[in-house]
């Protein structure tokens, strides 16, 4: 994956530069926002991959999940994504849905399905169909996790306007609350049984947590 860290490295940079230049906020709000995006980014991926991995949708031939390459290679190039995501949703997209979408989907299926060709940095496992169908509630999930107070109080104010749906809104506002990294609670699953296993087994969990992190190199 060398050359999709250097496309990441180069698309960060141009982020940076872009986001210095901006006007209206001072550095220090735009810095922070972006920051947080880069974050979620890093978190948001690590989930996915935990769960489409381990469920044998894709792989990444050359950082196998957890290692210490995965780390510090897979994750900050999830990080640029979710920084990209927001970055084209808000300037690009004006924050209307229908211009968010056309601002940011078809740029980045292309940009990063097109630059995978190339690079060969995942091999999926599933038709390509399936592959282009989640490329929607992956924005999504991204845009959405950046944005969950302005959701949230949307359907606070529709449980104003409509009160004779109010429960169905509440149970709505729950869901988004977490729904847009519902994939944890199957992470943390995951981890609780390789652990339980681990104990049954008389298994040294840090033997076991080393070799995740050395594996692949």
């Not at 974050?39 to 489409?52: F, H, K, P, R, T």
């Not at 997209?93 to 940011?104: D, H, Q, S, Y």
Request: include cysteine; charged fraction near 15%.
């Amino acid at each position: 994956m060398i050359l999709s860290r250097y496309i990441a490295l180069v698309v960060f940079l141009i982020l940076s530069i872009v986001i210095a230049r901006e006007k209206g906020l001072p550095l220090s709000q735009r810095i922070m926002r972006h920051s947080i995006a880069f974050m979620e980014g890093m978190v948001g991926g690590l989930i996915i991959d935990s769960i489409g991995i381990n469920a044998g949708y894709y792989y990444f031939p050359r950082q196998p999940l957890y290692s210490l390459s995965y780390f510090a290679i897979v994750l900050p190039c999830w990080g640029v994504f979710g920084m990209l995501t927001n970055y084209l949703w808000t300037r690009v997209g004006k924050e209307k849905f229908m211009k968010g979408l056309i601002a940011t989907l078809p740029f980045l299926f292309a940009f990063y399905e097109g630059s995978n060709i190339i690079t060969g940095s995942w091999v999926y496992t599933v038709p390509f169909y399936w592959v282009a169908l989640g490329w929607m509630p992956l924005v999504m999930t991204f845009v959405g996790c950046h944005r969950r107070k302005k959701v949230v109080q949307k359907i606070d104010s529709l449980m104003v306007q409509y009160p004779q749906y109010g429960v169905s809104l509440k149970v709505l506002r729950a869901l988004i609350i977490v729904v847009m990294f519902p994939l944890l609670f199957v992470s943390l699953l995951k981890l609780v049984k390789d652990f339980r296993v681990l104990r049954d087994e008389h298994i040294s969990t840090r033997a076991y947590v080393k070799e995740l992190l050395l594996m692949g190199n």
